[in-house]
């Protein structure tokens, strides 16, 4: 089995892979403060008595890396690859400061490269931050850009009010209209349906700057609701499983 670790800012994705197939996947949210043996235990609970053979690691918190790094070493007694620009990524990455671009965006346009043979190609993560990763006609990671996700947006609202509260996301069900007098409604008409007007609106965008109609992937927690508010610039795809894909992808370029 090949374990696929996905460190993300507030969460950390994990897949089991059997040859090419995804077997099982999971993950958890993380304290800021987590140690080692923390994860240790974490994941000895998420997949207990596995034969794990090799492992691979994106991460875009670097604070969190050796830990992770430490308790799969601990738990499974298997070094862990880590991703960075010494690898084969698997695309040609054509922006400054390729160091500063997360292991997972690039995850995600190499994976999505790879599965949809389609080009260009606008993938779009939405996480902690939504980001977008754009693959040209040419098969070129050019870049992306990246906006606050749903999450953040609420927690941000709350922590820099006075009374506005923290919501659940799945509560958007109970939103029929823009316009609402309810607070709680309001905030998430605004948070949900602008972020998926945003999306939609940044979509066009691109495919402006690129000069063609983009074919486009959704991924990350919160892409299934979004897509239903999307009406006139829609996903062509929702693949919530693209960023441990492409990891993996990345994984097997780089093995012996």
């Known amino acids: 089995m090949i374990l696929v670790v996905d460190v993300g800012n507030t969460s950390v994705s994990l897949g089991l892979y059997k040859n090419d197939e995804l077997v099982d996947f999971s993950g958890f949210i993380y304290p800021k403060d ?7 235990l974490v994941l000895k609970k998420i997949f207990p008595n596995t034969n794990i053979e090799n492992c691979i690691i994106s991460s875009v918190a670097d604070e969190l890396t050796g830990q992770v790094q ?31 671009i997360g292991a997972d965006r690039i995850a995600n346009a190499y994976g999505a490269s ?10 779009i993560d939405s996480g902690s931050a939504t980001t977008f990763d754009i693959v040209d006609s040419d098969n070129n990671f050019i870049g992306g850009l990246i906006m606050p996700g749903l999450g953040l947006q609420l927690k941000s609202l709350s922590e820099n009010t006075s009374k506005l509260p ?13 316009i609402n007098t309810d607070t709680k409604k309001a905030i998430l008409s605004g948070v949900v349906f602008g972020h998926a007007q945003a999306i939609q609106g940044l979509i066009t965008r691109c495919e402006k700057e690129l000069k063609a109609k983009a ?31 492409g990891i993996k992808m990345i994984f097997d370029l780089n093995i012996d």
């Open 215 to 245: 074919f486009v992937v959704g991924t990350g927690g919160n892409a299934k609701l979004l897509s239903k508010y999307m009406k006139y610039k829609k996903f062509n795809v929702v693949n919530p499983t693209l960023t441990l894909d």
């Open 166 to 178: 923290v919501l659940d996301l799945n509560l958007i069900d109970k939103v029929q209209t823009y």
């Open 34 to 40: 987590i140690s080692a043996m923390g994860i240790e």
């Open 70 to 100: 430490q308790a799969i070493l601990q738990t499974y007694h298997v070094h862990p690859l880590i991703i960075n620009t010494d690898l084969n990524l698997g695309i040609n990455i054509k922006a400054k400061n390729t160091e500063n």
């Open 114 to 123: 790879k599965i949809y043979d389609k080009r260009p190609l606008i993938v």
